[in-house]
């Protein structure tokens, strides 16, 4: 069996550095390109191009020899980044250029297949203000009214993975993702999501302290820790499923709820203290009928799991901030 040639973008990022690893493991020969190394760990791809996919040169060089891609660089952040409003044009210009040049770049230099990253921030609005019972079932996507100017870009970029499979004959496959969260991913300087925030402020907190949260804290979600994803996106680009299928959890708990079990694996005595900042849509949760049916896949560890380990990593880069300090 020949050695499969991948390319991951993104691979400097959280997502990507951890799927380099698992193609690592899995054998294949992977590339990786990125503005930036991974920050916490060594990259274990077998070649780290650091250059601007926004650049045609870079991604002329990163497609070069490679059978399959998957396109997680995006100029992204948690709600604190991309709810804002101060980094709309940013977002969705640097990410349609990454986008746009990938596929044109790589169905030249004959890649056969693509793995794209899209969001649960794709769905409406409208279809999220319940938090109770909130619709991010994948046909509910249209009539499109995404939130963010970040969830338009993944939708005109989804359709531009469609519009590619249709016209070029290449292969695609697209993942919804739903709040992925885990070791090594952003967990502080404005980037980071709810998940990494929120065990940030308990490791920070001493027992009987307060911490902040955005809003009053009833907004709902669900989180996905790094490792079902991964397996998730493998278990898709294996298979003849072109997608776009939702890769997330449907344990949905309300921020407040988070806190408390972030609190509560710290054994720290927290109350929480409701400030405002950028919330995004009232209710979201996983819909995972389609993933299950196509793919066979569901979470296989509660949410209380990963948040253990999540916690137990972030306690130790507060620490060892704390002392570098
Ligand atoms: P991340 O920010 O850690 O990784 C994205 C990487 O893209 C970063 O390392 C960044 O440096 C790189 N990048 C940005 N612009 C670039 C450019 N011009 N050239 C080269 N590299 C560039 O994010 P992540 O959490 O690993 O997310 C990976 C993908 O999954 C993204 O497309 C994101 O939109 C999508 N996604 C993530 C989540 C989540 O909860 N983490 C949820 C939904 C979708």
């Given at each position: 069996m020949t050695t499969r040639r991948v390319l991951v973008n993104g691979a400097g990022?959280?997502?990507g550095s951890h799927l380099v690893k698992r193609l690592k493991r899995e054998?294949?020969?992977?590339?990786g390109v990125d503005l930036k190394r991974p920050e916490f760990s060594p990259t274990e791809a077998d070649e780290f191009i650091v250059g601007d996919l926004r650049e045609p040169e870079v991604v002329r060089a990163a497609v070069d020899g490679v059978e399959h891609v998957y396109q997680l660089a995006a100029d992204m952040g948690g709600a604190?980044?991309?709810f804002t409003g101060e980094h709309d044009a940013g977002v969705m210009h640097n990410s349609a250029m990454i986008n746009l040049n990938t596929l044109e770049f790589g169905r030249l230099a004959g890649v056969r297949r693509f793995f794209y990253s899209s969001s649960a921030c794709i769905y409406p609005e409208h279809n999220q203000l319940d938090p109770d019972d909130p619709d991010c079932e994948e046909s509910s996507a249209y009539p499109a009214a995404p939130d963010s100017e970040y969830g338009w870009e993944k939708l005109f970029s989804e359709r531009l993975y469609g519009a590619?499979?249709?016209n070029h004959g290449v292969e695609v496959r697209v993942a919804r993702y739903h709040n992925i969260f885990g070791p090594e991913g952003t967990w502080r300087g404005g980037k980071e999501k709810a998940p990494a925030a929120l065990c940030r402020k308990v490791a920070e907190a001493a027992d009987g302290d307060a911490i902040e949260i955005w809003g009053d804290g009833e907004q709902t979600r669900s989180f996905l820790y790094i490792d079902e994803c991964v397996e998730a996106t493998r278990r898709l680009m294996e298979s003849d499923f072109t997608g776009p299928v939702n890769v997330g959890s449907d344990e949905m708990v309300t921020i407040n709820d988070l806190a408390r079990l972030a609190a509560e694996i710290a054994g720290k005595q927290i109350t929480l203290e409701h400030i405002e900042?950028?919330?995004?849509v009232r209710g979201r949760n996983s819909h995972n009928a389609l993933i299950e049916q196509e793919l066979?896949?569901?979470p296989a560890a509660p949410l209380r799991a990963g948040l253990q380990t999540t916690y137990?990593?972030?306690a130790e880069q507060v620490a060892a901030a704390t002392t570098s300090t």
């Open positions: 990022g959280f997502i054998g294949a020969w992977v590339r604190g980044y991309i590619y499979m249709r900042g950028p919330l995004g066979g896949w569901r137990e990593w972030i």
